[in-house]
């Protein structure tokens, strides 16, 4: 198959994943799921990468999720830098999209959905689970 070929292949493919989370999401309202639409609100004292990056996975409706900037642990090394001082994040993410996923399926959802932030920050520790 031609790269070209390949790339378009895996783009459809993130693209119905994603649109499955929504189906699923849809299907299966959970207490969770209203509970995370207040956590997902840009949090005060935040940098701006740290909220959009909240504000864009709110499409997977996570059942619950936690962003951590763990950039000042990173002070001094190359890539330290990023947008204002934010350069590092681990993520511990839980949705009912995830469940047919393999691991490397959900990361790769994960970073379609950031597009561009990921270009903005050094690191990004993804820990992606089904409820």
Same mark, same amino acid.
């Given at each position: 198959?031609?790269?070209?070929?390949? /790339?378009?292949?895996?783009?459809?493919?993130?693209?119905?994943?994603?649109?499955?989370?929504?189906?699923?999401?849809?299907?299966?309202?959970?207490?969770?799921?209203?509970?995370?639409?207040?956590?997902?609100?840009?949090?005060?004292?935040?940098? @701006? /990468?740290?909220?959009?990056?909240?504000?864009?996975?709110?499409?997977?409706? @996570?059942?619950?999720?936690?962003?951590?900037?763990?950039?000042?642990?990173?002070?001094?090394?190359?890539?330290?830098?990023?947008?204002?001082?934010?350069?590092?994040?681990?993520?511990?993410?839980?949705?009912?999209?995830? &469940?047919?996923? @393999?691991?490397?399926?959900?990361?790769?959802?994960?970073?379609?959905?950031?597009?561009?932030?990921?270009?903005?920050?050094?690191?990004? &520790? /993804?820990?992606?689970?089904?409820?």
């Amino acid at each position: 198959m031609s790269e070209l070929k390949l /790339i378009t292949h895996s783009l459809v493919s993130l693209s119905v994943s994603v649109w499955l989370c929504h189906l699923r999401s849809a299907t299966k309202p959970t207490r969770n799921n209203i509970i995370h639409h207040n956590l997902t609100h840009n949090r005060s004292g935040a940098g @701006p /990468i740290y909220n959009e990056i909240l504000t864009r996975l709110s499409v997977l409706k @996570p059942t619950s999720i936690n962003l951590e900037d763990d950039s000042s642990k990173h002070a001094g090394h190359a890539g330290s830098k990023g947008f204002d001082g934010e350069s590092h994040f681990s993520l511990d993410i839980a949705a009912q999209c995830f &469940e047919d996923l @393999p691991l490397v399926k959900r990361h790769k959802l994960i970073y379609t959905i950031l597009g561009d932030v990921m270009d903005k920050i050094h690191a990004l &520790e /993804i820990r992606a689970n089904v409820e």
